[in-house]
């Protein structure tokens, strides 16, 4: 599966817009790009996930590049409630199961 | 519709014993998934299994580490002669089907060795 990059933290303010970059360089054809986060001491949960075409559902939008090298995780208005660990996920269809986390960006939503 | 199930929430075992981790899927799903989680360390993929089978077990200990999810009841994933090494959060997940619109996680089982 390809590798992602993402920043290791940022801050957000809340109310406003969360941007979360992602950077799968490597990503081939039959790869989906997932989003998950963890709330301290919970389990994953999903957020949203894309091939091609962006993306929106009620918790945040995916938009993927043209080139799917990369793609920004979008929560339209923060709150705190959304501080977690966000985690961007490359699957491909022959091992669905096995999702491989990396260490995510931590996010702080603050007031 | 309840989620995925873990229990116990927290479990202590002393060094040697045996440990049983129960995960009752969401209903309707049939593919269980479990995940390893080391202190200060990031999600690491156990093993994959649907009713009576295991599809993947790649990421399992090649010891002293096992998995099943029988026909009735939840998966269990159990670990004999634990070690301090083996404490943890433990996650189990379930689909419906391979992929699709991603994994339900269960809240885990925090598994402490004294």
């Known amino acids: 599966d390809a590798k992602t990059t993402q920043p290791t933290s940022m801050d957000c303010a809340e109310g406003r817009a969360a941007n979360l970059p992602c950077n799968h360089s490597?990503?081939?054809?039959?790869?989906?790009v997932y989003w998950y986060r963890q709330i301290h001491s919970q389990g994953p949960q999903y957020i949203i996930h894309?091939?091609?075409n962006n993306e929106t559902n009620e918790m945040a939008s995916l938009i993927i590049t043209e080139d799917r090298k990369s793609s920004t995780l979008i929560l339209p208005h923060a709150t705190l409630r959304d501080t977690a660990v966000y985690y961007c996920?490359?699957?491909?269809?022959?091992?669905?199961?096995?999702?491989?986390f990396g260490a995510g960006t931590q996010v702080v939503v603050t007031p | 519709n309840a989620g995925v199930m873990q229990n116990p929430r927290h479990l202590v075992r002393r060094r040697g014993q045996e440990a049983r981790l129960r995960c009752s899927p969401m209903?309707?799903?049939?593919?269980v998934y479990w995940y390893r989680q080391l202190p200060e360390e990031g999600l690491k993929f156990m093993v994959y299994?649907?009713?009576?089978?295991?599809?993947?077990e790649s990421g399992m200990p090649k010891e002293r580490f096992s998995a099943e999810f029988p026909k009735e009841g939840p998966s269990i994933l159990r670990i004999q002669q634990v070690v301090r090494g083996d404490s943890a959060a433990y996650f189990c997940?379930?689909?419906?089907?391979?992929?699709?619109?991603?994994?339900?996680f269960g809240s885990g089982t925090r598994l402490t060795v004294v």
């Open positions: 997940a379930s689909s419906p089907e391979q992929g699709g619109y991603g994994y339900t």
């Open positions: 894309g091939l091609k």
């Open positions: 490597t990503i081939s054809g039959n790869e989906y």
């Open positions: 996920i490359v699957v491909t269809t022959d091992s669905w199961g096995k999702l491989q």
């Open positions: 299994l649907q009713k009576e089978n295991i599809i993947d």
């Open positions: 209903k309707g799903h049939s593919h």
